[in-house]
C-alpha cells in the first residue's frame, strides 16, 4: 500500500474514532437528562413559592386551631362559673326555706347568701312565685262557694304583710343611704306588689261572701296603728282582728297562732276554710282548714 493510502487510512481512522466519541458523549449527557432532576428557574420559581403558601398555610392553620381551643377553653370556665353561681343560687333558695323552717337568726346565714337573697327580688323570680301563689289561691276559691249561714271564715296572717323595718334593715346591710334610687326590683317594691295582690285578693274574696278574718301577732296596744295602717294599704270589710292579749306575748308565735285558729273554729260553730300566711309559725298546729297557702316572701325575710 502506497504511503498516501496509509496517510488516508489514518485520518479516516481517526475521524470515526472522533465520531464515536462524539455519539458517546450526546448519549451519556441524554442519559443524564433522563434519569437525573433538571428544572428551568421559571420552574424553580413556581415550586419555592408553592413551599411558600404550603407553609403559610400550615401556619394559618395552627393559629387558628390555637385560638380555637383558647375559646373552646374560655367557654368552659364560663359554664363552669355559671354552674357554680346555679348552685349557690339553688343552695340559699333551699336553706331560706330551711331558715324559715327552724327560726334561724342572722349569725346562722352563710355570708355567701346574701347576694342571692338579693337577687331573688332583682331578677323578679318573687313577682313570679307571688303570682303564681295568688292565682292557686283564686283557683281554689273559684270552685266553692260559702255557705248561707256566713260562719265559713277565711283567716289572713297580716304581720308580714305590713312589716316596715325589713327596709330599714336591707338598708343596713346593704350600706344604701336613706331615700336612694335602686331600679325596679327592689325590696321597696317587693313588699309594695305583696300589699298590692294581697289587698286585691282580700277584696275578691269578700266580694263572693267569705268572712275575712285577720291575725297578727303585735300587741293589743298597737291596734289602733295597725287599723290605720291596714287602711291606708287599701284593707276594709274584715269581719274581725284578732292581736296578742299581754299575757299571750311569752307564747311561740306558732303556738300563740294555733290556739287562735281554735279559738274562732270553736266560737258559734265557726268553720275554718283557708289560712293564707307567708310564715310557717303561722300554718302550723291545729285547725288550718280545708287548704292552707303559704305566700312567698323574698328570701331576705327569711334572714
Not at 76 to 93: A, L, M, P, R, T
Not at 142 to 160: A, K
Not at 197 to 213: A, H
Not at 221 to 227: D, E, G, L
Request: hydrophobic share 40%; glycine share 6%.
Amino acid at each position: 500500500m502506497s504511503a498516501f493510502a496509509h496517510q488516508m487510512e489514518r485520518e479516516f481512522s481517526a475521524q470515526s474514532l472522533l465520531s464515536r466519541e462524539d455519539t458517546g458523549t450526546e448519549m451519556g449527557s441524554r442519559y443524564v437528562l433522563e434519569s437525573g432532576f433538571y428544572m428551568t428557574s421559571f420552574a424553580a420559581t413556581i415550586f419555592i413559592a408553592g413551599l411558600l403558601t404550603v407553609g403559610v398555610l400550615l401556619v394559618t392553620l395552627l393559629v387558628t386551631l390555637v385560638v380555637m381551643l383558647q375559646s373552646c377553653e374560655s367557654r368552659s370556665k364560663g359554664v363552669v362559673e355559671i354552674q357554680k353561681g346555679c348552685d349557690i343560687y339553688h343552695y340559699c333558695k333551699a336553706f331560706a326555706s330551711h331558715g324559715e323552717l327552724n327560726s334561724l337568726k342572722e349569725p346562722e346565714i352563710p355570708p355567701v347568701c346574701w347576694s342571692p337573697a338579693l337577687q331573688y327580688i332583682e331578677r323578679r323570680e318573687y313577682e313570679r312565685d307571688l303570682n303564681f301563689s295568688i292565682s292557686m289561691i283564686e283557683s281554689f276559691f273559684s270552685t266553692i262557694s260559702p255557705s248561707n249561714n256566713h260562719l265559713d271564715v277565711v283567716l289572713m296572717d297580716i304581720d308580714d304583710i305590713l312589716a316596715s323595718d325589713h327596709t330599714y334593715s336591707y338598708r343596713q346591710q346593704f350600706n344604701l343611704p336613706h331615700g336612694s334610687n335602686k331600679p325596679s326590683g327592689s325590696i321597696e317594691d317587693a313588699t309594695n306588689l305583696k300589699q298590692l295582690l294581697t289587698v286585691e285578693l282580700c277584696m275578691k274574696l269578700q266580694s263572693k261572701g267569705w268572712s275575712l278574718i285577720l291575725l297578727s301577732g303585735k300587741p293589743e296596744r298597737q291596734r289602733n296603728v295597725t287599723i290605720e295602717h291596714l287602711k291606708t294599704i287599701g284593707f276594709s270589710g274584715w269581719s274581725s282582728l284578732i292581736m296578742r292579749s299581754d299575757r299571750e306575748m311569752g307564747m311561740e308565735s306558732w303556738e300563740y297562732f294555733s290556739r287562735q285558729r281554735a279559738a274562732i273554729a270553736m266560737k258559734q260553730g265557726n268553720e275554718i276554710v283557708s289560712v293564707i300566711s307567708s310564715r310557717m309559725e303561722a300554718l302550723t298546729g291545729s285547725s288550718l282548714g280545708k287548704r292552707v297557702f303559704k305566700l312567698p316572701k323574698p328570701w331576705f325575710y327569711h334572714f
